[in-house]
């Protein structure tokens, strides 16, 4: 299950620098929010810290060459090592993302990136061997639930036509869409999704924390 938005081309390499004042989060790679899945396994979530390119790219060997067209919206055979850089400068406030670990193995990641004041864009992609798990959903739910802890209330993202396990996961959170040449793209007001499907408590807690605080955040919830 893969969902693109105009970001992961272009807008996220527009300035390869966090916005002035921002920080790079400081969280143990170890700490997560643990996940229980519809299917009776688990995943754990957790933010991409800043420069985890081998993060992206283990994500990125786990999709087939038609997901990659899904999440990038062109032919991707590899990614670039522009595209490495720009999707692995996260920043906490402009640039969030979350990766999904299962058995210690990343299979999926979401992010948004703000476009405006209260606005963002919203991507993610999770491996084949774990699409249908509800994967996807969960990290929505994480990657949303920050994003209007920072005042996002408007949240947009790109489609292509057919892909209705993206379309679904979208309209959970408030993103409706439309044909727009060639594409579907949408635009929504931010809203959670019902039911929930990870801890919202544990994830605000793990996006905001410190390292002094970081062994305490591990939670789990069920999907």
Known sequence: ?????????????????????????????????RVRLGDGGSVLLRPLVGGEVAVLETVFEGLSTRSRQQRFLVPMPRLPSGHRRALADVDGERHVAWVALVDGVPVGLCRY????????????????????????????????TVARSRGITWMEATVEPGNLASEAVLARVGI?????????????ELRPASPSRVNRRAVLALAGQGASSASTAAATSSS
């Open 113 to 144: 990136v703000r476009t405006g004041p209260g606005a963002a864009e919203l991507a993610f992609e999770v491996a084949d061997a774990h699409q249908g798990r509800g994967i996807a959903s969960a990290l929505v739910d994480a990657v949303t």
């Open 1 to 33: 299950m893969t969902c693109s938005s105009t970001m992961a081309a272009t807008r996220t390499t527009g300035t390869g620098t966090p916005a002035a004042g921002a920080a790079r989060p400081a969280h143990p790679i170890h700490v997560h929010v």
């Open 176 to 188: 409706e869409l439309f044909l727009s040449d060639g594409l579907l793209e949408g635009r929504g």
